[in-house]
């Protein structure tokens, strides 16, 4: 049974595999604001929109001292093309073995074309630099959301 994390929640240190190929620890963005956003896989339409929108609004998450990092389940070779195809300025970690995404309940039972699948729920967290959960977005919808989220980081303290 996962952790639920939620508003007021510390996030507990976890370790992931950085895009150097390093283990690097979450607790190293202490200082920062993060934005963890969740997202089912690279290079497709909804996940392609969702991070070129954290793209194209990086310098003023940059301004609200706040640090943006997807995640999903694709290999740091996706990952990479990813990047690579819509320099993305940001880090991306893969979690393959869904162990952060399992910690943050963001893996769910969904329907596609008529199947059950399990797969990520769209998710956004907004981290102070104390590693506190100050906003949760589940069941994200692409549209707007950026904006909603960098409002947010920007009335962080």
Not at 33 to 49: E, K, M, Q
Not at 76 to 95: M, R, T, V, Y
Not at 101 to 120: D, H, P, W, Y
Not at 126 to 141: E, F, N, S, T, Y
Request: glycine content about 6%; hydrophobic content about 35%; some cysteine.
């Amino acid at each position: 049974m996962s952790l639920q994390i939620d508003t007021g929640s510390t996030v507990p240190e976890f370790t992931f595999n950085s895009m150097t190929g390093t283990d690097q620890k979450f607790s190293q963005f202490k200082g920062s604001n993060v934005v963890l956003y969740f997202y089912p896989r690279d290079l497709t339409p909804g996940c392609t929109i969702e991070s070129k929108g954290f793209r194209d609004h990086i310098d003023a998450f940059k301004k609200a001292n706040t640090i943006i990092i997807g995640i999903s389940r694709d290999t740091i070779a996706k990952h990479q093309n990813f990047i690579d195809k819509h320099e993305l300025p940001f880090d991306l970690i893969s979690d393959t073995e869904e162990v952060i995404c399992e910690l943050f309940a963001t893996m769910k039972n969904k329907s596609m074309f008529g199947k059950q699948v399990r797969g990520i729920e769209r998710s956004t967290f907004l981290i102070d630099k104390k590693g506190v959960v100050q906003k949760v977005w589940r069941k994200v919808k692409v549209r707007a959301h950026v904006e909603e989220v960098l409002e947010a980081a920007k009335n962080l303290s």
